[in-house]
Structures are given as structure tokens and as C-alpha cells.
């Protein structure tokens, strides 16, 4: 095995948790079951490390093979790392009759001739999802195993979820998929996580919605824990009077955000472009460049954050489209300006 | 039956009963006409006058009806008893509108039911009840067709509606999509939950939305019906014929690559099944290949060929499997 095969397998190593190792290694297939017998996981990863580097050495196996390896980690594991959407813009007709093997084939030739040296590799899943790997290089080194790009891709969909891609790299990757995929353009969908799962269901609208209807939602079951221990300091009367409004509240949080376990974004950026409206301070309004700041929320799940907000009145509702349109327009990074001199809101009109 | 006068002088003293029966003149040229007109005038109104003569006497001589008075007093009952009958029937009516008004304000209000005060005794109270709820029933029914059948709910204070589409297959129902829609200013969709592979920006530019809502929801119902229709099948391949191995399918559900095996010889068949119509939840292709290139072309194959055109694919397979075509 040569010194890149080795470097990756180590890396490998480093990022594969030991928990998940066993099972990444039976689907690879790659080592008999004496070897894999001979696999004791529960050694420390540096032990394990040298005897997997062994065992490769004896099955003779390089780079090609180990990223497979990768592959199969990444996608059995695929709320690592950050992903941003992407989405096609302006379909040909025949886009919606792209099959697998047409979409493989052109993407791969079209790559190849932007880029001299990369390794591309293609997997399709069984949810449907076409995964790619891919190692850049260009004319003069040979392509880098140690900085894939990772791409997830659902054919017939107008959705491309990307990992690991420099500003250099974007360009060429989105020819390559424009041209394959048989849109005619491509652009950024504002939306980034840490889950894949979490994007791609808020995109798909794989989630739980919740719509009007002539009846709505009861209110949670966990209520009534928190209630016997608020019941010693507030009335019951309250409660009662306090019911209704709290299912409305409930209702309307719902609508905005969804019902059930929603997709677990982590951050909201709102940049906003806007005028500085306090007329106690002279030096403020009357700059002429407009006023910049950046609202950053943060959560482990943002929007059941928000929803929380919403139906315990924290948030007033109806909720503001401001937050609504998060799950509404799938995407998490807004840029807001003024819609010009309108007398209407101190925040001026969004304009998204 | 009119004719063209004619427009020779000679036809000018002509009075109108002229026109009506002149079996001598042939119509189909004028010139003729008037020639004609001329030889026969004198002719055609004596002949004329004798015909009337004629149905004269033949009125007089027709016999009389037999009772002709108590067939009119017969008459005459008949059409009172169905004049007392149409004012019975105006009169329930009457009463049935004025419950439905109370019944209509009952439903949208959910107040204790009023009794009203009515003139009949109760079987006739009970009855004109249920004859008002069955008109009611009947206009909700209306109604509902009018809308196409999907479940509409108003939001936002009438400013917008939730239109839900459900889907449903071989009897079961599965998903329901629903579509938030602002009603003013304009017709727009505001919130869905379709998913992006079904075209619907595309149906709603394509529709005529703001007049007719229907002319979207129509289609769009078809589109994920047969979208439910094929996932449903696919899920069924899946899940009953285990020995068949599925190459490959996408989220659309509009292309299935399956695998066969051919018992005895144990040859591997791949079955392409294309959906490239996605209103539709049959294939619009069926296409086999194999190493054997003789078998897709056998009259066998041919007929497997048509028949997966033509039935849902997992009953499809069922019957090949037990004709012990495929594994």
C-alpha cells in the first residue's frame, strides 16, 4: 500500500467511531471472516487502525477500495459535516426522463472534461438518492483523497445537496450537473445544516405539515405535568379561560412550523439592509449607506424553538412571516432591505 | 315550409295561398316557376277552392265523441284533484323551506334545535323534518360536487381557502395533499405540501386558476393519484415478490427496472417499465432484454409484453409467477 492509501485509511480511521466501524466494514466486504474475526473492536482505534492497515495490505487492496469504504460511512452517516442546497432552475423538457444510467454517464464525461484529474464516484441508494464522490485534482497533481466532495442528488427532483466544496470548485461542479441533469441553471437555495436529513426533508416537504381544518389539533398531553405543578400558584379558572386561546396559539404554530418531529436546522441568518430609525440620534439617520446588521438565531432544533415560541405565547401570533417563511420557502439565510420610503412598519417592509 | 315567391311580373297578382300546394310546378328553377305559374293560376284556385269544400263536409260528417260531456266532466275532476295536489305540494314546500332556514342556522351556529311551530300534528312535523334534511343533504352533496369533490375550508376570514386532494388506490386511501390558497387580491398558492417532483407550478401557470379553481385542482388530483397509484405498486413489487429484483426506480415512480429469473433455464430477464405519462399509473413501455436474445421476441414474452401494458404491475407478476413463467 502505497504512502496516499495509507494516509487515507488512517484519516478514515479517525472519522469512522468505532461503534460504526464494525458494521461499515461488513458492508464494504472487503475482508474475509477470519479477518474480520481477527478485528477486536474493543481496542483502542490506534490498535485498530494498524491491524485494518494490515489486513489491507494483505488483501492488496489501494485507494480505490478504500474509498468505498468512505463512501459507505458517509452516506450510512450522512448528518456530519455542513450541507447547502442547491437547486436547478428551468428545466428542459426532457429533464423529468433522465434515468440513472443517462444522468451517470453525463455527468461523469462532463466532469471529466472541466477537470483533468478527478476521481468520481456514483453510488445510487436505496431511498433514491444519488450519491457522488468526488476527489479534485487538475493538471498537475493527481486527484486529493483527503478533501472529497460529497453530493446527494434525487433525479427528478430540482434539489442538489453539497459537502466540502471550495469556491473554485462550485463553479465546475454546477456546469457538470446543469448539463446531466438537463436544467438550464442552477443557483444557491439559502439553505445550510449539519443534517443532511434535516435540509433535504424541509426541501422534499418529507415532514409532517399541518393545514386548516374544521378541526384542530388538542393540545399536547404533557401539558397536564406542567399544569399540577403550576396548579398550587395559578387558579384553575384560568387554565380553563386560558384553554381555548392556548389551542388557537397552538393551531397557529403548527400551521407555520409543522406538526410532529420537525427537520433539525441549527441556525436562521437574517442580514438586514435597512435605515436606522431613532430621531434621538442625529448621527445614525442621517447616514447615507443603509444600516447593516445580522440576526443570528441558534438551537439544537431551531424550528421546534420556534414553534415552542408560538404556542407558548412567547411569540405572538400569527406567527410573523418573518420566522414562517423559513420552513415556508426552505431556506434559512435571508437578506432583507428596505422596500423604500414606506410609512407602514419601523422594521420596513421585507422584502426577501 | 316557406317558398320563394317568384320574381316574374306575372306572379305579382298572385295572393299567398298560391304558394302553399301547386303540385304541377317543380320549384327548382324560377324561369320554370313562373312559366309554370302562369298555365296553372287559373288552374290552382279552383282546385283550391274545391279542397276546402271538400274538408268542410268531412268535418261535418265526422261522428261525434260518444259522452262527450261526461269525458269533459271526467276531465274537469282530474285537473282539479291535480291542481289540490300542486297546492299540497306548494304548501310542504313552503313548510320545508321555512325548516331549512331554521335547520341551516342550526348547523352554522350549533344552537339547541327551536321547535317550530307548526300547524300539523307531529307524524307530519316528523316527516316534513326529514323530507327538509334530505333537501339539505342533497344541496350539501351539490355543493360538494360543484367543488369537485375535494374538501375546502375557508381560512383567513374568507380571504383564502385550504383545499385538501386526496389520494386513493385499489380502494385504500393514502396520502392527502392540501393547498393553502389565497382568494384576494388574486388567486395564489401559498402553501403546500405536494412534493417538488409533481409539476405544479407548472399545472397552476397552465390552469385558468383565477376563474375556475378546478381547472387546477383537476388535474393536479389526477397527476397525484396516479403518482399514489404507481408508488403503491412499486411498494407492493417490493414487498410480495421478493424473487424479483428491482434494478432500479426514483421518487417520481415513472421508470422501474425489474430483474427476472426464467425457471428451468435460469435465465435473467430485465424488465423496463416506463411511466413517461404521469397521469396515468400504467406504463406507457414495456421493453425485456436478456442474454438470450431470442426470448423477448417469443410469442410468450409478446403476450407478457401486453399484458404488463396493461395490468398493475404487482398483479402482473403474480400471475406470471403462477403460470411459472418467472421465479
Redesign the interface.
Known amino acids: 500500500m502505497d504512502d496516499s492509501a495509507k494516509r487515507l485509511l488512517q484519516r478514515l480511521m479517525r472519522r469512522i467511531p468505532t461503534p460504526t466501524l464494525r458494521s461499515a466494514l461488513e458492508k464494504w466486504g472487503r475482508l474475509t471472516t477470519e479477518q474480520q474475526k481477527s478485528m477486536d473492536f474493543t481496542q483502542s482505534k490506534w490498535a485498530l487502525t494498524e491491524r485494518l492497515l494490515g489486513i489491507c495490505e494483505e488483501n492488496e487492496l489501494a485507494v480505490k477500495q478504500l474509498t468505498d469504504l468512505e463512501m459507505i460511512h458517509v452516506i450510512d452517516n450522512p448528518d456530519q459535516g455542513m450541507w447547502y442546497a442547491f437547486q436547478l432552475m428551468d428545466p428542459e423538457d426532457d429533464a ?2 433522465v ?2 444510467t443517462q444522468f451517470k454517464e453525463q455527468f461523469k464525461s462532463h466532469l471529466r472534461e472541466l477537470v483533468r484529474n478527478v476521481s468520481i464516484k456514483m453510488k ?1 441508494h436505496t431511498d ?1 438518492a444519488v450519491w457522488i464522490r468526488i476527489a479534485w485534482g487538475d493538471t498537475f497533481s493527481r486527484p486529493n483523497h483527503l478533501k472529497p466532495t460529497y453530493i446527494v442528488h ?6 442538489v445537496f453539497v459537502t466540502s466544496i471550495t469556491s473554485k470548485q462550485k463553479p465546475l461542479l454546477s456546469q457538470a450537473l446543469v448539463l446531466s441533469t438537463r436544467y438550464q441553471a442552477i443557483k444557491d437555495a439559502n439553505l445550510s445544516g449539519r443534517k443532511l436529513t434535516a435540509i433535504r426533508d424541509l ?3 418529507k415532514y409532517q ?1 399541518v ?4 378541526y384542530p389539533i388538542p393540545p399536547p398531553e404533557n401539558n397536564q405535568t406542567i399544569s399540577t405543578f403550576v396548579l398550587l400558584f395559578i387558579d384553575q379558572h384560568i387554565e380553563k379561560e386560558q384553554a381555548e386561546l392556548a389551542a388557537n396559539r397552538l393551531q397557529m404554530a403548527c400551521e407555520a412550523f409543522g406538526g410532529g418531529m420537525l427537520p433539525q436546522l441549527q441556525s436562521a441568518v437574517y442580514k438586514l439592509e435597512t435605515k436606522f430609525r431613532d430621531h434621538s440620534n442625529k448621527t445614525m439617520t442621517e447616514r447615507e449607506e443603509p444600516f447593516r446588521c445580522v440576526v443570528k438565531f441558534t438551537s439544537t432544533n431551531l424550528l421546534e424553538s420556534f414553534r415552542h415560541c408560538a404556542s407558548s405565547g412567547i411569540a405572538s401570533t400569527p406567527v410573523t412571516p418573518l420566522l414562517s417563511c423559513i420552513p ?1 420557502k426552505g431556506r434559512n439565510y435571508f437578506l432583507i432591505t428596505d422596500n423604500g420610503p414606506g410609512p407602514s412598519s419601523q422594521r420596513g417592509q421585507p422584502q426577501v | 315550409m316557406t317558398l320563394q315567391p317568384p320574381k316574374s311580373n306575372t306572379s305579382a297578382t298572385t295572393s299567398g295561398c298560391f304558394h302553399l300546394k301547386q303540385r304541377n310546378v317543380h320549384y327548382s328553377t324560377q324561369h320554370k316557376y313562373s312559366q309554370n305559374m302562369e298555365v296553372a293560376t287559373t288552374k290552382g284556385v279552383l282546385s283550391h277552392l274545391s279542397r276546402l269544400e271538400v274538408q268542410k263536409r268531412s268535418l261535418k260528417s265526422q261522428p261525434q265523441q260518444p259522452g262527450g260531456v261526461k269525458a269533459l266532466r271526467a276531465t274537469v275532476e282530474a285537473l282539479l284533484t291535480q291542481r289540490d295536489q300542486l297546492r299540497a305540494e306548494i304548501q310542504t314546500h313552503k313548510n320545508i323551506k321555512k325548516l331549512r332556514v331554521s335547520m341551516d342556522k342550526q348547523c352554522t351556529n350549533e344552537e339547541e334545535e327551536t321547535e317550530e311551530g307548526m300547524d300539523e300534528d307531529s307524524e307530519n312535523s316528523n316527516l316534513l323534518r326529514l323530507m327538509a334534511r334530505h333537501t339539505q343533504l342533497k344541496d350539501l352533496l351539490h355543493a360538494h360536487n360543484v367543488v369537485g369533490g375535494y374538501n375546502v ?1 375557508k ?1 383567513r376570514q374568507g380571504k383564502g381557502v ?1 383545499v ?1 386532494v386526496a389520494t386513493f388506490y385499489e380502494g385504500v386511501y393514502l396520502n392527502t395533499y ?1 393547498l ?1 390558497i389565497d382568494v384576494k387580491p388574486t388567486v395564489r398558492i401559498s ?1 403546500h ?5 409533481i ?1 405544479l407550478n407548472n399545472l397552476a401557470e397552465q390552469s385558468n386558476m383565477q376563474t375556475d379553481l378546478r381547472t387546477l385542482l383537476d388535474p393536479l388530483s389526477q397527476h397525484l393519484n396516479a403518482f399514489a397509484g404507481r408508488q403503491q405498486q412499486f411498494k407492493f413489487v417490493k414487498e410480495l415478490h421478493k424473487s424479483v429484483e428491482v434494478m ?5 415512480c ?2 422501474l427496472v425489474l430483474k427476472f429469473t426464467v425457471p428451468r433455464e435460469k435465465t435473467a430477464v430485465l424488465c423496463s417499465l416506463d411511466y ?1 405519462d ?1 397521469t396515468r399509473s400504467l406504463p406507457t413501455r414495456v421493453h425485456f432484454e436478456s442474454d438470450d436474445e431470442e426470448l423477448p421476441e417469443s410469442p410468450v414474452w409478446k403476450t407478457h409484453c401486453s399484458f404488463l401494458m396493461e395490468t398493475p404491475v404487482h398483479k402482473a407478476l403474480k400471475t406470471m409467477r403462477k403460470t411459472g413463467n418467472i421465479v
Open positions: 423529468k426522463s434515468d440513472l445510487k433514491e434525487y433525479l427528478q427532483t430540482p434539489y426541501l422534499m416537504k405539515q393545514f386548516p381544518t374544521k415556508l | 375550508v381560512t385550504c385538501s392540501n393553502e402553501r405540501n405536494v412534493p417538488p417532483f409539476p432500479e426506480s426514483n421518487v417520481l415513472s421508470l413517461t404521469c
